[in-house]
């Protein structure tokens, strides 16, 4: 292991890491609210919405992210041309939105319809039977799967290098393509992702063990 090449690399592999933890927890956000809505549809009584949406679903979980990442960045209609960070993060919001959405969906479905029928017998709207009855029972159902999906996200979000984010993956290829040493580069690129992945994971561990005290 030459420690040298890693310190004459080192601003590279923290400007790389900061890029792809920003555009992976931005992607997170945009894909948790686009997902939630995108399950509300799912649930909706009109059967139009339902079909569309699942539609939406069915193609975001069915294709390849390469494959979004190509035709945002390459192919966006109406000569609109994105750079490539917001195509990488319109690209994985979109993608993750479409599995988010399913474990959001999953959760609402889990809480017992008997609960959602008293707050609508006590007078509560839709709204208010959301946010105050069915979502905050469905969060304990939805949180591991949720963080094990963003896990995935953050691993997936090398792939933007491709369309030349500087992302960690496009410095560390940066880094071999000058120094050609394959375990300084690519060790560091595996022990920053590790780090990072762990951080979300100690993450849910936390706001599990916070969730079970409260339900106590």
């Given at each position: 292991?030459?420690?040298?090449i890693i310190e004459?690399?080192?601003?590279?592999?923290?400007?790389?890491?900061?890029?792809?933890f920003r555009i992976s927890i931005s992607a997170i956000i945009c894909a948790?609210?686009?997902?939630?809505?995108?399950?509300?549809?799912r649930l909706s009584s009109f059967r139009l919405l339902r079909s569309i949406f699942f539609v939406y679903v069915w193609i975001f979980r069915g294709i390849p992210i390469m494959l979004v990442l190509f035709w945002v960045y390459?192919?966006?209609p109406f000569g609109i041309k994105l750079t490539a960070f917001v195509a990488g993060l319109t690209a994985m919001s979109?993608?993750?939105?479409?599995?988010?959405?399913?474990?959001i969906r999953?959760?609402?479905?889990?809480?017992?319809?008997?609960?959602?029928?008293?707050?609508?017998?006590?007078?509560m709207n839709p709204w208010q039977k959301m946010f105050r009855i069915t979502l905050p029972q469905a969060v304990r159902i939805i949180l591991p799967p949720y963080i094990n999906n963003s896990v995935i996200i953050l691993k997936e979000s090398a792939q933007v290098s491709i369309i030349t984010?500087?992302?960690?993956?496009?410095?560390?290829?940066?880094?071999?393509?000058?120094t050609y040493s394959v375990a300084e580069t690519l060790g560091v690129a595996g022990a920053i992702y590790l780090t990072m992945t762990s951080s979300l994971m100690l993450f849910q561990a936390f706001v599990e063990k916070k969730l079970r005290m409260n339900k106590k």
């Open positions: 292991m030459n420690w040298d004459n690399y080192w601003p590279i592999y923290l400007q790389g890491a900061f890029t792809s948790t609210i686009i997902g939630f809505f995108i399950a509300l549809m390459y192919a966006t979109m993608t993750s939105a479409a599995f988010k959405s399913e474990i999953a959760g609402l479905m889990a809480v017992d319809k008997g609960q959602q029928e008293a707050a609508e017998a006590v007078g984010v500087p992302d960690l993956m496009l410095g560390v290829q940066r880094a071999y393509n000058s």
